[in-house]
């Protein structure tokens, strides 16, 4: 049960977490939540189809005037927005279940009212009371689809709930051409009194609470990024009936900046967690859903005129937007499509659906046929960008905020279909307008799609959909006006171009998502067996490289660390027998043996032995007799002008100093691994390192990258004609040099330059 706000404080059971079995099991052992949620999602897609297809009764029963029909265009975008933004905030702060069952008990009052409404006024009251409640229930009813499902279960939560909302468009869509009479529209007002009566006994006794507190929420914020979306909204309605001068467009417009720039101050000095560009994201997806969703219902019947369709099969072509809907939603369900791979498949296909409707032919049959998959694709890929993307925005908020967000969907959306309506185009097509009208308006729809791709952030998802547009307006210009015997090379060739360009995209989408997977794990190991070498550490100033020869892997055979320890900053770096993944395991062996050792070892000496022995032991334990590693110890104390180095069988340091560039005295030894350090324990070699010079250690991938003819990389040659000195310094020129010199490293490269403070 949801607390009570206005009882006195009591002690009461900690909440139940999201993912403990009390709520995720009762809402996984049946089915009757989901199908009570969408039961009563449904009357948000239905009742304004509904409301709409009997609005030239109910203008003639009641003798409404222009003005009161205006009116109600004015108030219901402004009521649906704030009903929905204060329905989910109420949700979180008082329980999604209450607030579910008065939205409920609100709609079925209204519905009850316009049932046995009698007279100008009381129908629209009934009609405003409806708007509220449905807009209520929905919002409680996403916000609780959404808070009962674990975040990494939303898509599939929002894939199967979104695809019964797109089979209720559907199925409203083929009632349009049933527009009902004013019994009609009392019956199925009755009926729907009564089903939402039903669905709030049945909500109290079985929708259970997620038990997340309310997260604190700026209520100054909320309020006016309510009135900013309401406001736009409602202008985009209104603006081309009252006219874009008129007073009381520019004042429900001036609201807009002024409640906006409240908004954003308070965002900005209360830093909320809504992330701004996953919000941009999913606001531009929700209103291309919008806008696509007006285009193909107002343009689609146009275009379909002069191929002799009826209208019922006009509304079952256009109804087919639904079901590509769905079938979207059911793909992003069992694919757990991401989404960058939504948005980079689905725009274009919306974009090809779009375009396609441009060469429909002037046969019934195939007319029918042509702009029946032409919606099938604009629905199956508005869906599929715009599902993963509400599905990740929810997934980001805080639990207690999510009836708050959830709000979001359904207001881009009803941006997106005000701003269709906004256009000019779109009241001429509403009006009667001829075939080039009505193509104009799915050109800016196609324009809209592209818009969002740019917001989401995705460059090559807008330029396929600019290749997809653009490649079939010059078909449709070169073919579709020519004899008819080429208009269906003209939707061939249309069509190729949309799947071809969709494809591509797709493709490259898919193989960026590999890559940058395969360069986090690379990452990640590089971090995990490579630590980062500090800036500063005891008396030294450092820095440090590392390239694996390996694309993709992060680390190979080469190896490097530096740690402070009570005997002074001791580093490590060398270099193990092999390349790639198959070295990964010797270097984290040694490396682990270093870090350990490293601090119980006060003789430098003593210290390369035991990580001698170690490589000795690993290759016997692995039966590798060929196992070893080059390396080069190096240790220094604060105040001392000297290190102490002991090579084992590696390349001698890089001195940097005014002088030039020489080689330090640092004689070899055996490699590591070879057991000639056990019984005889090298003396370290003491180097000298004064103010003002550096040391550069290297592995061999330096001076073994070839030019193309072959030659080595000069080091010594090259850092005496740089004349850097500093450790940053020194290691960038050196990366970016060696690339100049050979186009393609063959071999791991370790770095790391050092000079006194």
């Not at 129908?123 to 807009?135: D, P, Q, T």
């Not at 941009?280 to 002069?306: H, I, K, N």
């Not at 590696?650 to 070899?668: C, Q």
């Not at 940053?728 to 330059?753: G, M, P, Y």
Request: hydrophobic letters at 55%; proline letters at 7%; charged letters at 15%.
């Amino acid at each position: 049960m949801a607390a009570n706000p206005t009882a006195s404080p009591a002690p009461s059971p900690a909440p139940v977490p999201l993912s403990g079995p009390s709520v995720l099991g009762r809402v996984g052992a049946g089915r009757s939540v989901g199908v009570l949620l969408a039961a009563a999602a449904v009357f948000y897609v239905v009742s304004p189809v509904l409301q709409g297809a009997a609005l030239p009764a109910v203008r003639v029963r009641f003798g409404l005037s222009a003005q009161q029909v205006v009116g109600m265009k004015v108030g219901g975008g402004a009521l649906m927005v704030l009903s929905l933004f204060a329905a989910g905030r109420a949700g979180d702060a008082w329980g999604r279940r209450r607030v579910l069952a008065w939205s409920l008990g609100v709609l079925a009052a209204g519905l009850a009212v316009e049932a046995v409404a009698f007279s100008d006024w009381s129908y629209l009251l009934g009609r405003s009371v409806v708007i509220a409640g449905v807009s209520a229930v929905f919002a409680g009813c996403l916000a609780s689809v959404a808070a009962l499902n674990a975040p990494g279960r939303m898509p599939q939560a929002l894939g199967g709930w979104l695809a019964v909302m797109s089979a209720s468009f559907f199925v409203a869509a083929n009632l349009i051409p049933r527009a009902p009479s004013m019994p009609g529209l009392r019956v199925s007002a009755g009926l729907g009194a009564v089903l939402a009566v039903v669905l709030l006994v049945v909500a109290r006794r079985r929708l259970p609470e997620a038990g997340d507190p309310p997260t604190p929420l700026d209520r100054v914020f909320l309020l006016a990024l309510a009135l900013a979306l309401a406001a736009v909204v409602t202008g985009l309605q209104v603006g081309p009936v009252w006219g874009w001068s008129d007073p009381r467009t520019v004042a429900l417009l001036a609201l807009l900046p002024v409640a906006a720039a409240v908004a954003g101050r308070r965002w900005r000095r209360r830093r909320f967690t809504m992330p701004p560009r996953i919000a941009s994201m999913a606001l531009a997806t929700g209103v291309a859903v919008g806008f696509t969703q007006v285009a193909l219902l107002l343009a689609l019947p146009v275009l379909t005129a002069q191929s002799g369709i009826g209208v019922p099969a006009t509304a079952l072509m256009v109804s087919a937007y639904g079901a590509g809907g769905v079938a979207g939603c059911l793909l992003v369900r069992a694919r757990r499509i991401s989404p960058v791979t939504g948005c980079s498949l689905g725009l274009p296909l919306a974009v090809i659906g779009l375009s396609l409707c441009h060469v429909l032919p002037t046969g019934p049959a195939t007319g029918m046929a042509l702009g029946t998959l032409a919606a099938l694709l604009t629905g199956l890929g508005v869906m599929m960008a715009q599902v993963p993307q509400m599905a990740w925005f929810l997934s980001a908020l805080p639990r207690g905020r999510m009836g708050t967000a959830a709000a979001f969907h359904p207001v881009s959306v009803l941006l997106g279909t005000a701003a269709a309506q906004a256009l000019p185009s779109t009241s001429a097509v509403s009006l009667g307008a001829s075939g080039r009208q009505a193509e104009g308006v799915l050109w800016v729809a196609a324009a809209v799609v592209a818009a969002g791709a740019l917001i989401a952030g995705l460059p090559a998802v807008v330029l396929g959909v600019v290749v997809a547009a653009a490649g079939e307006w010059l078909l449709v210009r070169a073919l579709a006006g020519a004899e008819l015997a080429q208009r269906p090379l003209a939707q061939g060739a249309a069509l190729a171009v949309g799947v071809v360009t969709g494809l591509a995209v797709w493709g490259r989408r898919q193989r960026s998502e590999r890559l940058a997977a395969s360069r986090a794990s690379a990452a990640a190991l590089q971090e995990a067996v490579l630590h980062p070498v500090p800036e500063r550490l005891g008396g030294l100033r450092l820095a440090s490289r590392y390239q694996a020869a390996t694309t993709g892997t992060g680390i190979g055979g080469d190896f490097l660390d530096a740690v402070e320890t009570p005997h002074g900053t001791r580093l490590l770096i060398g270099d193990v027998r092999g390349k790639g993944l198959q070295a990964v395991q010797t270097v984290t062996d040694l490396l682990g043996c270093f870090r350990s050792q490293a601090h119980e070892t006060a003789d430098l000496g003593e210290l390369a032995a035991r990580l001698d022995r170690h490589t000795a032991r690993s290759a016997a334990a692995r039966g590798d007799e060929e196992l070893f590693a080059t390396a080069l110890l190096l240790q220094h104390r604060p105040g001392d002008g000297y290190v102490e180095v002991v090579n084992c069988g590696h390349l001698a340091p890089l001195a940097l100093g005014p002088a030039g560039v020489r080689e330090a005295a640092a004689p070899a030894l055996l490699p590591l691994g070879f057991g000639a350090l056990g019984g005889d324990v090298p003396v370290p070699r003491r180097v000298p390192l004064p103010a003002g010079e550096s040391l550069l250690l290297y592995t061999d991938g330096l001076t073994e990258a070839r030019n193309a003819s072959r030659e080595f990389y000069p080091a010594v040659e090259r850092l005496a004609a740089s004349g850097r000195r500093e450790p940053a310094a020194l290691l960038s020129f050196l990366e970016r040099d060696v690339r100049d010199w050979s186009h393609q490293l063959t071999d791991d490269i370790a770095l790391v330059a050092l000079t006194p403070e």
